[in-house]
């Protein structure tokens, strides 16, 4: 436990048998519970743990919190919330707990029935944490790139400044461009400006980092079956964040690189899909958190901006294409093109600004 409060670490791990063991051996004692995903690997990752776990001493059982919403009239919807988390297990990828003794071992071991990616291993270790009322859930991967030194600092936030997410942040250290990849850096930078668009935490950075922690109402107040099961998890996740009113803190953490993992994600391959994420969650961001929960002016905007900019083209291709051939452009295209391209511009400025403004509560330093 941390300040009194029960912590749980997520280990998605596919094909980290090499890896793995160093991982649970140097977990910080604070932590109750380690919840690892095998995401159906193919090598002996499942063993690995395993043998792991047969050679650990019992833990203190997890204290139940659900005495703090007694069963009585006034409560019933906190009853049928949970009912209804406890029956939405058929939404996750099918798995079963390896444990003999769940209850006492400190490891948990779930083994996924069929691969669903990082992002399903995540949400199926989220699902345990929150049926099991884990006060801080963290997240660090299966392959040792994250230093268990910094845990602490993960977590703290969440147990004693009552903030929802929170995220390291490896662009803000020093030394990062000595040891990120080249490709990493520069894959990692163009998404984090389009999660910033897209998620409407604006000021938020090296959005890929999977270093992260949880508090339980912010799982209550999602729905984590519905994660982005692929390696577009960490984006997907901060636009439900930010469509449920979470706040959002991060942490300078060491980029860690080259110490025996063996990196599975392609960027040139992975952009292009989260891109395609990104821009569909930013739509259903503003109809869900703009329009139909609380109305706001910059739902309008952003449409308007968006209707001008498409009608604006064929002008604008018109121009172009006159203007490079050395040939008059009318007045009445070169004032359409002018107002519909105008128009649009200062529409998105406009609704970007107070994106900005409403959602600055949100983030924070």
């Not at 300078?252 to 990104?278: Q, T």
């Not at 739509?283 to 609380?294: E, G, P, Q, S, T």
Request: proline fraction near 5%; hydrophobic fraction near 40%; aromatic fraction near 10%.
């Amino acid at each position: 436990m941390l300040f009194n409060k029960t912590v749980a670490v997520v280990v998605p791990a596919f094909n980290e048998e090499k890896q793995i063991r160093n991982v649970l051996e140097t977990m910080p004692d604070f932590v109750d519970r380690i919840i690892v995903i095998n995401d159906c690997s193919k090598d002996n990752t499942a063993a690995v743990v395993l043998d792991y776990i047969s050679k650990q001493k019992p833990s203190p059982t997890i204290r139940n919190n659900d005495d703090k919403n007694p069963d009585n009239k006034y409560n019933r919807v906190e009853t049928l919330l949970k009912e209804k988390q406890q029956s939405d297990i058929k939404y996750f990828i099918p798995s079963e707990t390896a444990n003999s003794s769940p209850e006492t071992d400190r490891v948990i071991l779930i083994n996924n029935l069929k691969n669903g990616g990082v992002g399903a291993a995540i949400a199926r270790g989220y699902k345990w944490c929150l049926d099991n009322n884990i006060d801080c859930t963290a997240v660090m991967a299966g392959d040792g790139q994250m230093d268990p030194a910094e845990l602490e600092k993960i977590c703290s936030p969440v147990l004693t400044e009552d903030i929802d997410y929170v995220k390291g942040n490896r662009l803000i250290h020093g030394g990062v461009r000595m040891v990120m990849p080249g490709m990493r850096f520069l894959g990692n930078s163009i998404l984090s400006i389009m999660t910033k668009i897209s998620s409407g935490y604006w000021h938020v950075s090296d959005t890929q980092t999977g270093y992260t922690a949880i508090s339980l109402s912010a799982l209550n107040a999602i729905k984590i079956h519905e994660i982005y099961p692929k390696y577009g998890m960490p984006n997907d996740m901060l636009v439900k964040l930010n469509m449920a009113f979470c706040t959002l803190k991060e942490v300078k953490i060491k980029p860690v690189y080259n110490i025996g993992e063996s990196s599975k994600m392609k960027v040139h391959k992975v952009i292009p899909g989260i891109a395609w994420l990104l821009f569909k969650n930013f739509f259903k961001r503003l109809w869900v958190k703009y329009l139909f929960r609380d109305f706001h002016p910059l739902f309008l905007l952003y449409h308007f901006a968006i209707v001008m900019g498409i009608v604006s083209l064929p002008y604008t291709f018109k121009v172009l294409i006159l203007t490079l051939s050395r040939q008059a452009v009318s007045p009445t295209t070169m004032l359409a093109f002018l107002f519909l391209f105008i128009s649009s511009f200062q529409s998105l400025l406009f609704a970007m600004w107070m994106d900005i403004q409403d959602n600055e509560h949100l983030y924070k330093s």
